[in-house]
């Protein structure tokens, strides 16, 4: 799952990934702060970056789900990504070629782990790469584990 946010109020911008396996166990996940000039560019930054860690780590066969569908036209519409990443999302689709990959929308209720580590990435600069469930997802990993619903209420 991958996410990005941003904020308006401070010029940040920031990607959360997780990765898990066949059975939704976490292999490791992500919060990294990138250079955005918008969410959009921060959910296309965390595609991008989502290929380039399991390429680097040999895991092949990759099912992205974001919640933004502009963003999962892009794979079929490369047209719409913005124009300033363009460049590196051609060279993700021409990678991805060799690998066994899948992508989905999910609606952002399903999305709350890369959600979440998107929001810690806002809060805490940097580049932080987890091999456990970090405690900024661990209550909503626990409940999912433990088969239990997800609400939202606005």
Partial sequence: NTDGAFSTLFSLASCG?????SRAILVGCLAESVMAKSALEAKVLAIIHAVQIARSRGWMSLWIETDSLLAIRAFT??????SSLY???????????????????I?????????SLAGFGLRHVGYHWW????SCIMTAYSRDQGGLPHFRIS
């Fill in 77 to 82: 519409q490369p047209s719409l990504v913005p």
């Fill in 131 to 134: 091999l456990f469930v970090p």
């Fill in 87 to 105: 460049v590196q999302w051609l060279n993700m689709l021409f990678h991805v070629r060799q690998m066994r990959l899948r992508f989905s929308h």
């Fill in 17 to 21: 990934i997780i990765f898990r396996d």
């Fill in 107 to 115: 609606f952002r209720e399903g999305n709350g782990y890369a959600d």
